[in-house]
């Protein structure tokens, strides 16, 4: 079946740096868009960050614009998610995404909390 685990979130101070990971399992995963996405207590989930298949098509959310880069390694069925100059606004729990046509999977997320 299809899994989608995340990792790599914590605690991190302002202006620091983390950098997540989603493993991927269940479908053949170098032939999908994968999707990050966030959601902030009270609010909605948020899209941040798409990747083409082949990862060489990328799009952030200008909110994260010039701080997170996404990635993917097809050979290690793995997406990731680098953030930069990490903002108290960041926090939220992230997930990973993908739409396989028939129906979207999410992972259960990764907390990432910014605070002092």
């Known amino acids: 079946q299809v899994q989608l685990v995340e990792s790599g979130g914590q605690l991190v101070q302002p202006g620091g740096s983390l950098r997540l990971s989603c493993a991927a399992s269940?479908?053949?995963?170098?032939?999908?868009?994968m999707r990050w996405y966030r959601q902030a207590p009270g609010k909605e989930r948020e899209l941040v960050a798409g990747?083409?298949?082949?990862?060489?098509?990328?799009n952030l959310a200008d909110s994260v614009k010039g701080r997170f880069t996404v990635s993917r390694d097809n050979g290690k069925n793995t997406l990731y998610l680098q953030m930069d100059t990490l903002k108290a606004e960041d926090t939220a729990v992230y997930y990973c995404?993908?739409?396989?046509?028939?129906?979207?999977?999410w992972g259960q997320g990764t907390q990432v909390t910014v605070s002092s």
């Open positions: 995404n993908v739409n396989l046509g028939s129906a979207d999977y």
């Open positions: 269940g479908f053949a995963f170098a032939r999908y868009v």
């Open positions: 990747i083409s298949s082949w990862g060489g098509i990328t």
